[in-house]
């Protein structure tokens, strides 16, 4: 078992940036691949970034690839999503997520392969 803890969300202006932070507690954190997903008033949870365990790779999702960096530090048993240059359709509650199963680039934007999630985190991104 293991519980997650977000921060970091908030309200930001177009452009503007947030770094979004997941806290882990529980069993090793380093035996877990980590993700953030997202969900949106009306829309269905989406796949945002992934990150193996010892995060030496790492998964994008189109809509956020070269503005979004998702990082761990196991140490710390915390796993970061920086998001620069935010947009309005980046508006949604981020949530963190962990799997114990190993990732692929075929497997990692499915949320029901992931074992635990947070309660998420809100942005708001202004226009």
């Known amino acids: 078992q293991v519980q997650l803890v977000e921060s970091g969300g908030g309200l930001v202006q177009a452009g503007g940036s947030l770094r979004l932070s997941c806290a882990a507690s529980g069993r090793t954190f380093s035996s877990y691949v980590m993700g953030w997903f997202r969900q949106a008033p009306g829309k269905e949870r989406e796949f945002v970034a992934a990150?193996?365990?010892?995060?030496?790779?790492?998964y994008y999702a189109d809509s956020v690839k070269g503005r979004s960096t998702i990082s761990r530090d196991n140490a710390k048993n915390t796993v970061y999503l920086q998001m620069n240059n935010l947009k309005p359709e980046d508006t949604a509650v981020y949530y963190c997520?962990?799997?114990?199963?190993?990732?692929?680039?075929?497997?990692?934007?499915?949320?029901?392969?992931?074992?635990?999630w947070g309660q998420g985190t809100q942005v708001t991104v202004s226009s």
């Open positions: 997520a962990a799997r114990l199963r190993s990732v692929d680039s075929g497997s990692v934007y499915i949320g029901s392969l992931y074992d635990f």
């Open positions: 990150i193996s365990r010892s995060g030496g790779r790492r």
